[in-house]
Structure formats: C-alpha cells, structure tokens
C-alpha cells in the first residue's frame, strides 16, 4: 500500500472549517484514500473514504486531487470533540482483498480551541 | 449490537507474566483483527481471522503472542512471558468480509503496561 505524510500537527478554531491535507504520491490506480480518526483513548474511527471522486457525508468532506496525488479532508465546523489525531490511509479495497493491513501512520493531531 | 468489545480495559502485569485479552466483535462481523500501538504512534497489525482460521500474522507476532478466534466468534490474545516492550494499546477490529464503506469497527483497546 501507498505511503502517505501528513502534517504532525494543526490548530483549529471551534466553528471554522478544519482542512486536513495528505500527500500520496505513489498512489496506484486501485487504491482509495481512507481517514480515520483516534479521540484519546479510544479506538480508531472511519470517517470517509474516496477513490477520486470528491465524498462528503455527515462527517466530514473529501477533496481528492485530479491527479491524486493528494487530498483534503474537510471538518465543516470543527467542535471541541473534534479533537483527535486523524489519520489518512492509502490502500486497495477490492472485493476480495485482505482487510489485514491498514498501514497508519502518526497521523495528524488536530486541536480544536475554543 | 454495541460494537467491538474488549476485556480487560486495563492490565498491569509484573515482567514475565502470561496475560490474556479478549475481543468480542459485532455479531455478523466474520473478520477480525489484532493491532498493537505504542504512545505517540498509529497503530500496527499484529494479525487478523475470517470465522476462526488465522489468515495472517505480522512479523511483529512474535512466538511469544498467541491469538485465538475458536469459535468464530469472540478472540482472545495471550503474550507468554511478558517484556517491558510488551507495554502498549492492543486494539480488537471487526470488519464484513466485503467490508463496503466504514471497513473496520475498532474497539476501544486494552492498554497493557509491564512492569
């Protein structure tokens, strides 16, 4: 599965649209870009999936690039519950593939402030 | 269904000691899966079951760790002679075999600390 770096860290405002970017360079063609996120000591949580179509859902956006290369995952209106580390995974999601191997990363620690 | 569960929550254990954990997954779930965090890092497969055989075990399984799905049903994790660096979060997921959106439903963790 494909790498990908994130930023170690970002602030956001409570109320304002948090925009989390994700560099996958080595992207392949049958491989979706999925987020999850971690609130302190819990487990982790989906939020979103795409392959390169933009999604939205009650959670949150996902902008991928044309090229995808890259992709944004977009909080709305960031809440202090927001606060979490969010991670962005690259892999394959065929029908019959292995589920085994969701490669995470560090992540993104994300604090929301009042 | 309330999702994933795990037992215990915490586990403090002298070094050298055997310990268990058990995962009961979501009910219709057939797959499940074993990470292991440590502070400040994401979390790492150890190794994952469809119904109750072993499809994959990560070379960070070491002969030490030992997991158990008998039933299909719930799992259990056991490390024999526990090391300091067995200190971590071990995570339980549940997953369809053809998962669609969401993939996995984790659990919220057992956290281990050997002293």
């Known amino acids: 599965d494909a790498k990908t770096t994130q930023p170690p860290s970002m602030d956001c405002a409570e109320g304002r649209a948090a925009n989390l970017p994700c560099n996958h360079s080595?992207?392949?063609?049958?491989?979706?870009v999925y987020w999850y996120r971690q609130i302190h000591s819990q487990g982790p949580q989906y939020i979103i999936h795409?392959?390169?179509n933009n999604e939205t859902n009650e959670m949150a956006s996902l902008i991928i690039t044309e090229d995808r290369k890259s992709s944004t995952l977009i909080l709305p209106h960031a809440t202090l519950r927001d606060t979490a580390v969010y991670y962005c995974?690259?892999?394959?999601?065929?029908?019959?593939?292995?589920?085994?191997?969701?490669?995470f990363g560090a992540g993104t620690q994300v604090v929301v402030t009042p | 269904d309330t999702g994933v569960s795990q037992d215990p929550r915490h586990k403090i254990t002298k070094r050298g000691q055997n310990v268990t954990f058990r995962c009961d997954p979501i009910?219709?779930?057939?797959?499940l899966y074993w990470y292991r965090q440590t502070l400040g890092q994401g979390p790492e497969f150890l190794t994952y079951?469809?119904?109750?055989?072993?499809?994959?075990k990560s070379r960070l399984l070491s002969d030490r760790f030992s997991a158990e799905r008998p039933k299909g049903s719930f799992s259990t994790l056991e490390i024999q002679r526990t090391e300091q660096g067995d200190s971590a979060m071990y995570l339980c997921?549940?997953?369809?075999?053809?998962?669609?959106?969401?993939?996995?439903?984790f659990g919220s963790g057992t956290r281990l600390t050997v002293v």
């Open positions: 997921a549940s997953s369809l075999e053809l998962p669609g959106k969401g993939g996995y439903t």
């Open positions: 080595t992207i392949s063609g049958n491989e979706y």
């Open positions: 795409g392959l390169k």
């Open positions: 995974i690259v892999r394959v999601a065929a029908a019959t593939d292995s589920w085994g191997k969701l490669q």
């Open positions: 009910s219709e779930h057939n797959r």
């Open positions: 079951f469809q119904n109750e055989a072993q499809l994959e």
